[in-house]
């Protein structure tokens, strides 16, 4: 049963009910609970939180202990971006793969799959889909995160994505409006800008999201960018223009409205999280995500209290901010609910289409939980180059590994060494960076067969290079791009997966020993 500390006033429980914090651990430390128990409704997982479905299930139960209706969210895109098997790797490819394919009931099908594994560990709100159109090749966070670069694809892959999700009990949280694709800035290091006039705006960043109000979206994460068309002072997580007069009353959206993390350095290097904070909610805003970075009580503690002396001081109308904490409960009965309903697993009717029309001998019983290996199987763009043959004894993977981005973080591992392994045993690999490292490479892999991973290699002069050198000295080189494929087909194999996610390797991985 839900639990409010008898002593804890209207105001202060509100300015708790509006914070997504996170925390350290595979448990939930004491001062997260007594939290719960004062108005805190709302907890983040991130990926040091994680380390088993039974543990996450005992965490989710821990908490609901001390607050039946609160809302645990993660960070769960599936590609490359998960949390749930951020050691492994992800079961499930990312939205770029799932827009190559380009089927809405796959798409469907594959977040209704992640939406039950979710729901299976207690976890009732989701910050993904991202509806973001990756209009900017050179855009160093978006990328394979984005369904793609067409405009209508990605509004109805992300509705798809939406629906999906929902059916499964889970709240999706669109991402990250007004548009994240046409940006050259990681918001993580610096405040992005989009010069983009609002006709453009209108006709294709606002699209997607205009498709997600339709579906149904229960929620809606704020871009910390600068939209001058928009707002030309306040980034869009800060702008009232865009929260409110945007989001809310152009667009019809009612749901609710979280913002990305406010410790990144878009917001926290300008305005400091307690201020943005204040700010956020005062835009239009209902509840401030927090913790990838800062995951302790001090934290949590700065913010209510900054939010509780915005409202005594005048700053901020008491009325916004008890809206949006009611927004968050409606949020989590809307949850309550649904969970119950869809207790008993089933999947939507157009999934098992989209299972059947790629997975050959796969359809029957293991159809549902294989949807994931069956949309990266289909997702491959594989081409012979002029000198191909078959790779029949195990080769020399070389990954030429970029600097990951923080959102998908270092500690997932991608490629395909392991998979490969697995099917052509004595695989051998080797990751190489830098201005060296076609020759490093080379020399590493001796007289073996090599296998050249890569990872936008568009992206990076170094990487781009580097297959120049490799593909010079040996012609039959197998190419893996696991990242946004922009440059033609090289290689004697080239296999664009589409995504860097573990059955993203493992197609490859078949595609190269022609398992």
Not at 164 to 191: E, I, N, R, Y
Not at 456 to 472: G, I, K, P, Q, S
Request: with cysteine; charged share 20%; net charge negative.
């Amino acid at each position: 049963m839900t639990t409010i500390a008898s002593g804890t006033d209207t105001l202060t429980r509100d300015a708790l009910a509006v914070l997504q914090p996170g925390f350290t651990g595979t448990s939930a430390p004491s001062w997260l609970l007594r939290r719960l128990g004062e108005g805190l409704a709302s907890v983040g997982l991130f990926g040091r939180n994680i380390a088993t479905p039974a543990q996450v299930a005992a965490l989710t139960a821990q908490l609901r202990a001390e607050r039946d209706d609160v809302l645990v969210a993660i960070d769960e895109e599936g590609g490359d971006v998960t949390r749930l098997e951020v050691r492994t790797g992800s079961s499930f490819p990312g939205n770029h793969a799932l827009g190559a394919v380009d089927d809405t009931a796959l798409t469907e099908a594959v977040a209704h799959e992640l939406g039950r594994r979710l729901a299976a560990c207690g976890v009732n709100l989701n910050w993904a889909p991202s509806a973001d159109i990756n209009s900017n090749v050179d855009n160093p966070v978006i990328g394979v995160r984005s369904f793609g670069a067409d405009t209508s694809l990605v509004a109805r892959h992300t509705a798809a994505y939406v629906s999906g999700l929902q059916s499964a009990g889970v709240a999706a949280c669109t991402k990250h409006f007004p548009g994240h694709g046409d940006t050259a800035v990681d918001s993580h290091h610096a405040m992005p800008r989009i010069d983009a006039e609002f006709p453009v705006l209108e006709s294709r960043e606002l699209v997607p999201f205009r498709a997600a109000i339709e579906a149904g979206t229960r929620a809606v994460m704020s871009a910390h960018i600068l939209v001058p068309a928009l707002d030309p002072v306040h980034p869009a997580t800060l702008s009232r223009r865009i929260l409110t007069g945007l989001l809310r009353e152009e667009l019809g959206y009612d749901g609710l409205i979280v913002t990305d993390g406010m410790e990144m350095q878009a917001i926290s290097a300008t305005y400091g999280i307690e201020r943005g904070s204040v700010l956020a909610i005062a835009a239009g805003a209902d509840a401030i995500c927090v913790g990838g970075g800062l995951s302790d009580e001090p934290t949590v503690l700065r913010l209510r209290d900054a939010l509780v002396a915005a409202v005594r001081s005048g700053e901020l109308p008491e009325e916004r901010l008890a809206d949006a904490a009611a927004r968050v409960r409606a949020l989590a009965a809307w949850t309550d609910s649904t969970t119950r309903s869809a207790s008993t697993p089933s999947t939507p009717s157009s999934a098992g289409s989209a299972v059947g029309s790629g997975a050959g001998s796969e359809v029957g019983s293991h159809a549902r939980t294989d949807v994931g290996l069956v949309a990266a199987r289909r997702a491959l763009k594989v081409t012979r180059g002029a000198h191909f043959a078959p790779v029949t004894e195990a080769p020399y993977v070389a990954a030429l590994t970029p600097v990951a981005n923080i959102a998908v973080g270092d500690e997932t591992p991608w490629g395909v060494a392991a998979e490969l392994r697995r099917l052509l045993p004595g695989t051998e690999t080797g990751s190489f960076t830098g201005e060296r490292a076609g020759a490093e490479a080379l020399a590493a892999a001796g007289s073996r067969r090599v296998v050249a991973v890569v990872r936008d290699a568009h992206r990076h002069t170094w990487m781009a290079e580097a297959l120049d050198f490799l593909l010079a000295a040996r012609p039959d080189t197998v190419v893996v791009e696991m990242g946004v494929p922009q440059s033609p087909p090289r290689g004697a194999l080239h296999i664009a997966t589409h995504g860097a996610a573990r059955v993203c390797g493992l197609a490859a991985a078949e595609a190269i020993a022609g398992a």
